[in-house]
T-cell receptor
Framework: QSALTQPASVSGSPGQSITISCTGTSSDVGGYNYVSWYQQHPGKAPKLMIYDVSNRPSGVSNRFSGSKSGNTASLTISGLQAEDEADYYC?????????FGTGTKVTVL | QVQLQESGPGLVKPSETLSLTCAVS?????????WGWIRQPPGKGLEWIGS???????YYNPSLKSRVTISVDTSKNQFSLKLSSVTAADTAVYYC???WGVGWFDPWGQGTLVTVSS
């Protein structure tokens, strides 16, 4: 299966909101409500930020939210902070398999 | 609190077999859940390798299936990855993680860099 498509980079100023898209197909993103999002700081392991499209794990800031429309899922970060600067990856379940997105580098200006 | 820790050789020769182990603490593997391996080549994105249930049932990435074996040892509370016939393209940081439900990975181990080179 092919990797999900994400923009290579997204940037915003502190306090602003940004949205990262994750585009797949009807066989993965569009076919299941099993999209998750991960934040990865340099040299660190990925950290779960959103699961099942729009659910936030305990301890994750409510500034992070997820949604899905058709074959595209989205992660929105509101009230952007310096600590949000990191790489972000989406992932989708698809027929007993998992596919990740290409990754997006978020820069806080 | 569940914690995972990868271990294994950091350097593997081309054509040989890469072997890694993921030790789980704070939770008994035999109690349930799938457990997975994910890798990340330097400067690149994440790639799911495969997952295993405590009973031994496995699912593999089709692109790696012919070379991958994931096994579980409930007596040692750990699971393992073997990747055969490695090439430089298999150089990556390898992570292990618990698979929740059908769809997400949490927590992750800290990762271990495996370099394939002669």
């Amino acid at each position: 299966q092919s990797a999900l498509t994400q923009p290579a980079s997204v940037s915003g100023s502190p306090g602003q909101s940004i949205t990262i898209s994750c585009t797949g197909t009807s066989s993965d993103v569009g076919g299941y409500n099993y999209v998750s999002w991960y934040q990865q700081h340099p040299g660190k392991a990925p950290k779960l930020m959103i699961y099942d499209v729009s659910n936030r794990p305990s301890g994750v800031s409510n500034r992070f939210s997820g949604s899905k429309s058709g074959n595209t899922a989205s992660l929105t970060i509101s009230g952007l902070q310096a600590e949000d600067e990191a790489d972000y990856y989406c992932s989708s379940y698809t027929s007993s398999l998992y596919v990740f997105g290409t990754g997006t580098k978020v820069t806080v200006l | 609190q569940v914690q995972l820790q990868e271990s294994g050789p950091g350097l593997v020769k081309p054509s040989e077999t890469l072997s890694l182990t993921c030790a789980v603490s704070g939770y008994s593997i035999s109690s349930g859940y799938y457990w997975g391996w994910i890798r990340q080549p330097p400067g690149k994105g994440l790639e799911w390798i495969g997952s295993i249930y405590h009973s031994g049932s496995t699912y593999y990435n089709p692109s790696l299936k012919s070379r991958v074996t994931i096994s579980v040892d409930t007596s040692k509370n750990q699971f393992s990855l073997k990747l055969s016939s490695v090439t430089a393209a298999d150089t990556a940081v390898y992570y292990c993680a618990r698979v929740w439900g059908v769809g997400w990975f949490d927590p992750w181990g800290q990762g271990t860099l495996v370099t394939v080179s002669s």
